[in-house]
Nanobody, 124 residues
Framework: QVQLVESGGGLVQAGGSLRLSCAAS????????MGWFRQAPGKEREFVAAISWSATRTSYADSVKGRFTISRDNAKNMVYLQMNTLKPEDTAVYYC?????????????????WGQGTQVTVSS
């Protein structure tokens, strides 16, 4: 069992920045991949970014490439999403997710555990 808790969301103006954090705890197997997904009201869950256990592989949605950076600190059981140059289209609930197999996947169905989400709102 893995528990994931996101934090760092909030309200920011377009062009601003936020850093989301995801804290993992509980009895776990290896988390080979950690990912960030987001979901806006009335829309499907959308892949944002993913990172392998060793942080040697990362993947980003085209919509966030060059603006967002995913990172992790395994000693602290933390995953981060640095979000720069935010746009109103980035407004969503952001979810941290863990996959316990060595696949850097963009598909939410590949992930075993999920956090409760943190709201990010970007105003015009």
């Amino acid at each position: 069992q893995v528990q994931l808790v996101e934090s760092g969301g909030g309200l920011v103006q377009a062009g601003g920045s936020l850093r989301l954090s995801c804290a993992a705890s509980g009895r776990t197997f290896n988390s080979y991949t950690m990912g960030w997904f987001r979901q806006a009201p009335g829309k499907e869950r959308e892949f944002v970014a993913a990172i392998s256990w060793s942080a040697t592989r990362t993947s980003y949605a085209d919509s966030v490439k060059g603006r967002f950076t995913i990172s992790r600190d395994n000693a602290k059981n933390m995953v981060y999403l640095q979000m720069n140059t935010l746009k109103p289209e980035d407004t969503a609930v952001y979810y941290c997710a863990a996959c316990t197999r060595p696949v850097v996947s963009t598909d939410y169905r590949s992930y075993n555990y999920w956090g409760q989400g943190t709201q990010v709102t970007v105003s015009s």
